[in-house]
């Protein structure tokens, strides 16, 4: 009897899908979110210029507007700017054309999911580095593996996602200069490490740049990230980006989001990097928990009981946080991000109950 799986991949058959907890909670730090939502300015003045605009028709083929808007918001080329669905749609697009069959990828982990599992549908095969022993990026281990493997496409997410810390500006200028393929730099939450490496675009033509709205522009809902790169670069990428990719809501909100990010946006980013370091202490003087140092607004937390337990006993609670033990080098931490001071307050009076 023919049996239709046999025409997926072996190697996608084999792969456990991207998944996330379908738990829910009043206090909600599972997912690396901006605690406070949309500021109503931005709400307001996007919904404005949505009720002028013709429902019935399709969005801009390409969102030129938004790529200018997005150009002189970081500094870069208007042609060099590719918005999305996510950034994951355009981590997706970005590999489409540069992944096949032999086709070597090198990632850091733990890292995204993400990386290794559309470079894995694709048929291209991932190199990994772990990272060192205190959750950091190990750079000389990154250049001997350029030197010795000559990696295609060389992905660090920075800060990474799920340990917070940052490929240092010095260490990739190293590894731009070395490496024979791309090296793309996820920065979905560099707001909240007060670095970025777009000034680099401009002397290296291998490297890419990924954004997202997501977390510091409080639009998760939205879902639009954007990817710089090379003209010539995201000229051949946008080859892989569906046409009308990017909806007119979304667009409009996110154009309305730049104009207005200065005023309403940036001093929550603040907020978050206050509070994140106010609730590193609060936990560090927890004993049994041992947080990481982080650049993101979120922490990888070591736990002297089994952070399973912890992520049950939180529920109980009404907090969701994020367990992260199945990861590489991560099966004694926890993850959560940083809430408002009212969900801090409410997460630390619980570890408190939970290790007394």
């Not at 406070?36 to 003045?45: A, G, I, L, N, S």
């Not at 749609?89 to 559309?118: D, H, N, S, W």
């Not at 979304?250 to 603040?270: F, G, H, M, N, R």
């Not at 928990?289 to 089994?306: G, H, K, Y």
Request: net charge negative; hydrophobic share 45%; glycine share 4%.
């Amino acid at each position: 009897m023919f049996d239709p799986l046999r025409t997926i991949k072996a190697r996608v058959r084999e792969l456990k899908a991207y998944s996330l907890s379908p738990d829910s909670a009043r206090v909600k730090v599972n997912q690396n979110e901006n605690p406070w939502d949309m500021p109503e300015r931005v709400k307001q003045e996007s919904l404005r210029r949505l009720e002028t605009r013709e429902w019935s028709r399709y969005p801009d083929f390409i969102p030129a507007s938004l790529h200018e808007r997005l150009a002189q918001f970081v500094g870069w080329r208007a042609d060099g700017v590719i918005a999305g669905n996510g950034s994951n749609e355009l981590i997706q697009a970005l590999l489409m054309v540069a992944v096949a069959e032999g086709k070597r990828i090198l990632i850091c982990e733990p890292t995204f999911a993400l990386y290794r599992q559309i470079t894995t549908v694709l048929g291209g095969d991932c190199l990994s580095l772990p990272l060192k022993s205190d959750l950091t990026y190990d750079a000389g281990a990154i250049l001997k593996t350029i030197e010795a493997s000559q990696p295609d496409v060389i992905i660090i997410c920075s800060p990474n996602n799920p340990t917070g810390c940052v490929i240092e500006r010095d260490d990739l200028i190293r590894i731009l200069e070395r490496a024979r393929g791309l090296v793309v730099i996820d920065e979905a939450y560099f707001e909240f490490s007060g670095q970025t490496v777009v000034p680099l675009l401009h002397e290296h033509k291998n490297l890419i740049v990924l954004h997202t709205f997501s977390k510091a522009m409080a639009a998760a809902a939205l879902r639009v990230g954007y990817l710089l790169a090379a003209p010539e670069l995201a000229r051949e990428i946008g080859k892989a980006v569906l046409p009308y990719n990017l909806n007119a809501i979304s667009q409009t909100i996110a154009e309305t989001a730049i104009e207005l990010y200065e005023d309403e946006l940036k001093p929550l980013v603040e907020k978050i990097i206050a509070e994140r370091e106010r609730l590193f202490a609060e936990i560090q003087s927890i004993e049994g928990l041992e947080p990481v140092p982080t650049r993101a607004n979120f922490m990888v937390v070591r736990s002297a009981i089994d952070p399973r337990t912890v992520f049950s006993e939180l529920l109980k609670r009404d907090i969701l946080i994020r367990d992260v033990s199945g990861y590489p080098m991560l099966r004694d931490y926890f993850r959560l991000s940083v809430g408002t001071p009212e969900e801090n307050e409410l997460i630390t009076k619980a570890l408190r109950e939970i290790f007394a």
